[in-house]
């Protein structure tokens, strides 16, 4: 018996060594993460996604489309061709469109509506894969994102519609389902939860969504492109292994509705720059 415990208190003692060694590791590595964060932020114009919102900025102003006309009329919340600021006011309801809309749903709309494009080829696969650029749409959303740099967060929706698309995006924020019983909240409701070496936010909290949410389209280091909030929700859901979610869906949209709620009066800061 006497063995026993001690061979007992050696593998807790191991163990316990272990999860010491591995925490040391883990902050370690989240101070150098920090390190190479700050070191990119003292130099701006070393964020690959500045590119992509030159890109972005190209392709709003340019004619294009089966009706080749440019975006420039396209109306974001603040007037046609208005892009200063408005970010900084989405997602909001459309009265054109009789839907609550983010930067992308909205662009979306007016690549459609105003160019002529097909809805059904854009949403195809609106996404980029690693070490591929952002896509078009993708790159529209950094620069009119980019435009509310330095701003802060100041969307109302207080309006019914608003409310009760934000009300969805906290009911699917917290809804468990799919094959592993996730939701969103699994990860993001919490203090200090991480995968692997990536710490993850803790959303729920408005104090830290207000933090990060503002972030977003950000350059990832790790797949080098930009991935705007509406691929971070595609991704979310993947992780998840939930059905795919498709750019501009009711789904995506109120989930990112009741996130900027949660990141009210939050700065923006976009494209930023993530792991």
């Known amino acids: 018996m006497r063995t026993a415990h001690i061979l007992f208190a050696a593998a807790f003692g191991a163990f316990v060594s272990g999860a010491l060694i591995a925490n040391a590791q883990d902050a370690d590595t989240e101070k150098a993460i920090e390190k190479y964060r700050q070191m990119l932020k003292e130099d701006p114009w070393s964020n690959p996604g500045l590119l992509d919102a030159d890109r972005g900025e190209t392709l709003w102003s340019t004619p294009r489309g089966p009706k080749n006309v440019s975006l420039q009329k396209c109306d974001l919340g603040k007037g046609p061709g208005v892009v200063d600021g408005a970010f900084a006011e989405l997602p909001r309801y459309f009265a054109d469109a009789q839907k609550v809309m983010d930067v992308e749903a909205r662009i979306l709309w007016c690549m459609e509506q105003l160019q002529g494009f097909n809805r059904a080829d854009l949403v195809k696969r609106p996404h980029p894969g690693g070490g591929q650029p952002v896509k078009e749409l993708g790159a529209m959303a950094t620069y009119v994102a980019s435009k509310s740099n330095g701003l802060r967060f100041a969307a109302k929706l207080d ?117």
């Open 159 to 275: 309006k019914p519609q608003e409310k009760e698309v934000v009300a969805l995006g906290d009911a699917l924020f917290h809804r468990r389902s799919g094959p592993f019983d996730f939701s969103c909240a699994t990860c993001h409701a919490a203090e200090g939860l991480r995968i692997r070496l990536q710490g993850l936010p803790y959303l729920e909290n408005p104090k830290e969504a207000s933090k990060v949410v503002g972030e977003w389209p950000a350059y990832r280091v790790s797949s080098t492109h930009v991935m705007t909030m509406q691929h971070r929700m595609y991704d979310c859901y993947w992780q998840m292994r939930m059905p795919q979610l498709e750019l501009a869906s009711d789904v995506s949209v109120a989930l990112i509705a009741y996130l900027t709620k949660n990141a009210e009066g939050g700065e923006i800061s976009a494209p930023a720059l993530k792991r």
